[in-house]
């Protein structure tokens, strides 16, 4: 409710469908933004693609019951094929992907489509243009945005808080800051494997109920990444992501 022309108070918290969190200091936590359906997660070639930080964004919307989409900004880069391998690995997944240009202005009505009428979030790394993209999905907020440093091609944190945004065409966007937003913190080893879609229906196929999918006796989820059922790259990732747990979690 409104205490003043300009100033609100918090009167109750309601119930949220959906949470997202961030580190905060001594192991605890702080929320950032609730009720979301899909995290649209934004990356490009430059400042490079973190395929590290994208398994780590979707790990968490699969264990919170989130949608999640995948946004390759700055598509007037040229693209390698091992990029492009990559990218049909997730859209074999189910993960949508919208490839964009904030810069050429391509690509964006189809993801202003995505957008509409439900509550999304863009998310990655800086410096891959999720200011520039806010910019021109809503071409009337001025926002504060930092290029990209051509001489490290290094993208340098612009924004400090999650701000959210009404769409004209009916729905609200949530622009959240950096990577930080995003943490392993929270989620159990367990959590982390079920967080890979392709590893879902093999885990109840593991010999030892609390098999690691390390160098456990048979594990089927190892097994399918020898075999190339699933992706081996993905599957090396999650073995590195696992090893960045807090080792409570391990």
């Not at 409104?2 to 309601?14: K, T």
């Not at 997202?20 to 933004?33: D, E, F, Q």
């Not at 995505?114 to 071409?139: C, H």
């Amino acid at each position: 409710s409104l205490s003043s022309p300009d100033q609100g108070r918090i009167e109750e918290i309601l119930p949220r469908r959906s949470l997202l969190a961030r580190p905060s200091r001594n192991g605890k936590t702080r929320p950032v933004a609730a009720n979301i359906d899909t995290v649209f997660v934004v990356f490009a070639v430059e400042p490079y693609c973190d395929f590290l930080l994208i398994d780590q964004y979707l790990a968490i919307c699969e264990n919170h019951t989130i949608d999640a989409a995948l946004v390759l900004n700055k598509t007037d880069l040229a693209q390698s094929d091992s990029i492009e391998k990559e990218l049909l690995d997730y859209q074999n997944l189910g993960y949508p992907l919208y490839r964009v240009s904030a810069r050429a202005a391509s690509g964006l009505d189809e993801l202003k489509r995505a957008l509409k009428d439900q509550v999304s979030m863009l998310a990655g790394q800086s410096g891959v243009g999720k200011s520039s993209l806010t910019n021109a999905i809503i071409p009337d907020k001025e926002l504060k945005t930092n290029a990209l440093s051509v001489t490290t091609k290094h993208g340098r944190h612009t924004t400090t808080a999650a701000t959210l945004y009404h769409l004209n065409d009916g729905g609200d966007l949530i622009d959240s800051p950096g990577v930080a937003i995003f943490g392993l913190a929270g989620l159990s080893e367990p959590q982390l494997a079920y967080g890979y879609r392709e590893f879902q229906p093999l885990l109840d196929n593991c010999r030892f109920n609390n098999c690691r999918h390390l160098h456990d006796k048979d594990c089927a989820v190892r097994v399918a990444a020898e075999k190339g059922e699933i992706s081996m790259t993905r599957y090396q990732r999650f073995l590195k992501l696992r090893e960045k747990m807090p080792v409570a979690y391990v």
